[in-house]
């Protein structure tokens, strides 16, 4: 069975920083894909951020250079470390691996679903 765990979300003041988890069982994820997704109130689930199998990563221009993803093998977890956080990154945090492509709009072999964590900014 395959599960996927989120953690690491809370309640932070802006320019804050977090370190969110997805700590994976029933996939390898050194070799799967994985996307970080958020959903904000209101709003459609948004592609943030992928990390290929060998550890290529990607992000969208909102939080380039703030947001950091890595990977411990030995853990099977990858982490999602977020600096400077903006009242607008106020959203529920989702991982999902075993995808073959992660797009803006769709994903390639749908993967699996973490529960999602709650992340918060103050202004």
């Known amino acids: 069975q395959v599960q996927l765990v989120e953690s690491g979300g809370g309640v932070v003041q802006a320019g804050g920083s977090l370190r969110l988890s997805c700590a994976a069982s029933?996939?390898?994820?050194?070799?799967?894909?994985m996307g970080w997704y958020r959903q904000a109130p209101g709003k459609q689930r948004e592609l943030i951020a992928t990390i290929t199998r060998s550890g290529t990563t990607t992000y969208v221009d909102s939080v380039k250079g703030r947001f950091t993803i890595s990977r411990d093998n030995a853990k099977n977890t990858v982490y999602f470390q977020m600096n400077s956080l903006k009242p607008d990154d106020t959203a529920v945090y989702y991982c999902?691996?075993?995808?073959?492509?992660?797009?803006?709009?769709?994903?390639?072999?749908?993967?699996?679903w973490g529960q999602g964590t709650q992340v918060t900014v103050s202004s």
């Open positions: 999902n691996a075993g995808g073959t492509r992660y797009t803006a709009t769709y994903i390639l072999g749908n993967g699996y």
């Open positions: 029933g996939i390898q994820l050194n070799i799967n894909a």
